[in-house]
């Protein structure tokens, strides 16, 4: 029997018009920033248009005894303040096709660009805040503002630090900033400092959260906890794979019979832990910056070989995130006639670590509702 078969040419090709794009995480620091005073990472935009810097104006509260029956003419207390600069600069990113690619889609792949696109968005957004929150306070503009590439980390990025520049850090912060479990492991040389951290006594456990709590109660400038909408008031640490790993580890056992194993319990809501008054988020990318960036870290520890990673206890106005444009979708206007399609997105921003010069008429920098801490996390991966 002769049966007809079908040339190769002519088999119908069954394509997915549904394209499965890389996965890429929400901002993890999304249900922290607002507008408000109370806002770990707060928002601002001016209403003028234009410029390159915006002014965050910082108060402390009244330290002075007052007076009684004394004459309070001459005895007023000056206000300490402060006006922390932030720059701002631009972020933009565009894909392009032509109509020959695009008839030849079937896949319609290029409808996927403006959701890509806002991903790409979502994804330096994180990334600079995470870099924000590691980098130190300075008063002159990011290193390469302005430049083609642009740059919109506020401070000196740790991975451009010198040592000299992290003693300053460390000497004007030593009130908020931990290295392992014990106070006594600090030191205002960093190299010092971080080798006394070790995989033994220096992880983020139940006991070590609630340390740097009872550091940031007594930070002066006081951190103010984030005041949750139910009226208690909490802070909020960022930790990364290694350390989240750890401090879950430990609460696991602490808890394991302090309530039943439900959605409700708050050991399992994902990403989030709850200890005493702090409240624990996992945002992944730390660990990676450690890996990728950050890499004088991997062996900083004890030893010289221990991987430390740094977790970020937060109360308000930790970070400011300054938009100048908010992120609008752009499209191409040289199409030769039609033929080019080309979409993109465009937006200017800057993002800082809050702080202060503090007192108001010395030079030390300190960062505003940041408790900064270095904890011994090995990679398991």
């Not at 030191?187 to 983020?204: C, G, I």
């Not at 444009?325 to 670590?353: L, N, W």
């Amino acid at each position: 029997m002769a049966v007809t078969t079908v040339q190769s040419n002519n088999s119908l090709i069954q394509f997915t018009r549904d394209i499965n794009r890389e996965f890429v995480r929400q901002n993890m620091f999304s249900p922290f920033m607002g507008t408000g005073m109370n806002a770990i990472i707060r928002i601002r935009q001016e209403p003028k248009k234009g410029g390159e810097q915006m002014n965050i104006p910082l108060v402390t509260k009244l330290t002075g005894k007052g007076v009684g029956r004394g004459p309070l003419v001459g005895n007023e207390e000056r206000i300490d303040n402060y006006g922390m600069r932030l720059w701002i600069d631009w972020a933009r990113h565009a894909v392009v096709t032509t109509a020959a690619e695009k008839q030849k889609d079937n896949a319609l792949v290029f409808n996927e660009a403006r959701p890509m696109l806002s991903d790409w968005g979502r994804e330096v957004q994180r990334d600079e805040l995470i870099e924000a929150l590691m980098a130190l306070p300075s008063e002159s503009a990011p290193a390469a503002q302005g430049s083609d590439d642009g740059d919109r980390v506020n401070g000196i990025r740790w991975e451009a630090s010198s040592a000299g520049q992290r003693t300053s850090w460390l000497t004007a912060n030593s009130d908020r900033v931990v290295f392992g479990s014990a106070i006594g492991n600090f030191s205002t040389t960093f190299a010092t400092a971080a080798a006394n951290v070790d995989t033994a006594a220096d992880r983020l456990t139940s006991s070590s959260l609630s340390l740097l709590e009872r550091v940031a109660e007594q930070a002066s400038p006081a951190i103010r906890p984030y005041q949750l909408r139910d009226g208690y008031e909490s802070y909020v640490l960022f930790a990364g794979t290694n350390t989240y790993r750890d401090i879950f580890d430990d609460l696991k056992s602490i808890h394991k019979d302090a309530m039943p194993r439900s959605s409700s319990n708050p050991l399992f809501r994902p990403g989030d832990l709850q200890y005493n008054n702090v409240l624990v988020r996992k945002v992944p990318q730390i660990s990676s910056f450690v890996t990728n960036i950050w890499t004088d870290l991997q062996t900083a520890g004890a030893g010289g070989n221990t991987r430390i990673e740094p977790v970020f206890l937060c109360g308000q106005q930790a970070a400011v995130f300054g938009w100048g444009q908010m992120a609008k979708p752009v499209t191409r206007k040289e199409d030769d006639y039609g033929f080019i399609d080309g979409r993109g997105i465009s937006m200017a921003y800057g993002v800082g670590k809050t702080f202060k010069k503090h007192p108001m008429g010395g030079s030390a920098l300190k960062q505003w509702g940041v408790v900064t801490a270095f904890f011994a996390a090995p990679s398991d991966a």
